[in-house]
């Protein structure tokens, strides 16, 4: 007797999307009890979303000083029949103006960008998913360096069949891409019999929160052009550089450093989900300089448009260049001022970050604080479900990020007020003395000649942070939607 036929697709009934990782389950944490200063200070403090609030009042303030931005108020009511009523997918062609000049402007005017290649798409996750249909077939792939956003295996891989490959890269040297490790990502790739299409990075990176400098530029954009493969710059965080050295944008590099490029070959991903905190408009930006890219990926856009009156406000809000500049100002400012608030505290303690210059997060090292100093990703899952589950903060471990290197952890620091950050930093604090004094207290034993077994006891994840966490197995209990996660 024959099976009965499946109801769902293998797409529907798989786990492609990725979400059963430790990226995604801490935010499944923070959803069953979120953190409020005033109604649930015990909750879970969200440390894992990528957001900016810091500067989200003075958007505030433009739009209440510019009522004709909207279709829906008195001042702007004259322009509704035709913003409401407008489908074309290649955008409002002033949107497309605006956007093509505040992307010269957040990048120092030392690049230009035609508005005729701005292509809209449902925020950086359809940008990037829009490339990959664009640039490789199922089978093919990007190769990546490490440690990178999780949510590339979803946006670029999930529906276009497209692989994802690391190119290794180290703390010795701050994580910087080398063209070494590119080489030997891009050789084993291909003696495993794999296409390689192109390469992507994020600038500046998400989650180092670094600058990729302009020689490194300059080397990807010749050896794309040397190996005939793309090269997709996701540059989401261009205007959250807080710090030198000052951002550098691939278009600059291929316009005044690199002239020989292979322009067909080079693509920018972009949005205004993170520099300005706009997550909610679902406003991406694909802009390649291939023509057949472009005509292709206008056509796609049409799966995930952005709303007319969205597109009418941000044209008259990025088109004020006055505006804009003031914007990227303060925002710099307050993201400087709370990093190096964040970072402060921790130090307080002795935890150290990768020095960022950009972002909205902190690169922070625990490795010291993994159990018994063994440097595996158990260790590092077992210290973050402590963090999670007993700290209550929402931070995302390295190896979420395809980091070879267990104990780094991304905690993001831009989404939340002033009095909430010190809350976190003051959880932090408290559970760092406590692994030191059970450190100190397991090597007195030590030093008296204890038992060996007590000293293992004491040295274990759960006694080191017994205060704070009740027995391991409290951790495992099948409450605990964090459990399933084993990367």
């Known amino acids: 007797m024959a099976g009965k036929p499946e109801l769902l697709s293998r797409m529907a009934a798989g786990d492609g999307h990725g979400e059963n990782s430790s990226y995604f389950d801490g935010w499944k944490a923070y959803d069953e009890n979120p953190f409020d200063l005033h109604h649930n200070r015990g909750g879970v403090i969200q440390m894992g979303l990528a957001e900016n609030q810091l500067s989200l009042d003075l958007i505030e303030e433009w739009s209440k000083a510019h009522p004709e931005a909207s279709i829906c108020t008195v001042e702007g009511a004259s322009q509704f029949k035709r913003i409401a009523n407008f489908q074309d997918y290649h955008g409002l062609p002033e949107f497309r103006q605006a956007m093509a000049q505040f992307m010269g402007q957040v990048r120092g005017w030392k690049a230009t960008f035609d508005p005729d290649r701005v292509v809209m798409s449902g925020g950086a996750t359809g940008a990037q998913e829009t490339l990959a249909f664009c640039l490789a077939n199922p089978g093919e792939a990007f190769l990546v360096p490490t440690p990178y956003y999780p949510g590339f295996d979803r946006d670029c891989c999930w529906r276009s069949g497209i692989k994802l490959l690391p190119i290794e890269c180290h703390s010795s040297n701050d994580f910087r891409l080398t063209k070494e490790a590119l080489v030997t990502a891009y050789e084993r790739a291909r003696s495993d019999g794999i296409i390689v299409k192109g390469i992507l990075i994020t600038n500046p990176s998400n989650p180092l929160g670094t600058t990729t400098d302009r020689a490194t530029l300059a080397m990807l954009a010749t050896f794309a052009t040397e190996h005939r493969v793309h090269l997709i710059c996701d540059e989401i965080y261009a205007g959250s550089v807080f710090a030198k050295p000052e951002f550098v944008s691939i278009a600059e590099v291929i316009e005044h450093d690199v002239p020989g490029a292979d322009r067909d070959l080079i693509h920018i991903a972009y949005s205004l989900s993170k520099d300005f905190g ?3 408009f679902r406003v991406g930006i694909v802009y390649s300089f291939n023509d057949a890219v472009v ?9 995930g448009l952005v709303s007319s009156q969205t597109q009418h406000f941000l044209a008259k809000m990025l088109g004020d260049e006055e505006f804009m500049a003031m914007f990227l100002r303060e925002s710099a400012a307050r993201l400087a001022a709370r990093n190096e608030r964040f970072t402060a505290g921790l130090r307080e303690v002795g935890i150290g970050c990768l020095r960022s210059n950009a972002g909205l997060f902190s690169w922070m090292d625990l490795r010291g604080m993994l159990r018994g100093g063994e440097k595996t990703a158990e260790a590092e899952l077992e210290l973050w479900r402590v963090i999670v589950r007993k700290v209550k ?38 559970f760092v003395r406590q692994h030191q004094r059970q ?11 204890q038992l060996h077994l007590s000293l293992q006891r004491h040295a274990g994840i759960a006694s080191q942070y017994h205060a704070l966490s009740s027995p391991m197995a409290a951790l495992l209990s099948p409450r605990s939607p964090l459990v399933h996660a084993a990367s």
Not at 295 to 302: G, I, P, T
Not at 403 to 418: K, Y
Not at 439 to 449: D, F, S
């Open 393 to 430: 903060l929402n931070v995302s471990p390295g190896t979420s990020f395809h980091c070879r290197e267990p104990g780094w952890f991304r905690v993001c620091h831009a989404n939340m007020d002033d009095e909430t950050m010190e809350v976190a930093l003051d959880r932090i604090r408290v």
């Open 295 to 303: 005509a292709c990926a206008r056509k796609m856009s049409s799966f």
């Open 439 to 449: 450190q100190a207290k397991a090597q007195r034993w030590a030093a008296k000649g």
């Open 278 to 280: 706009l997550p909610g």
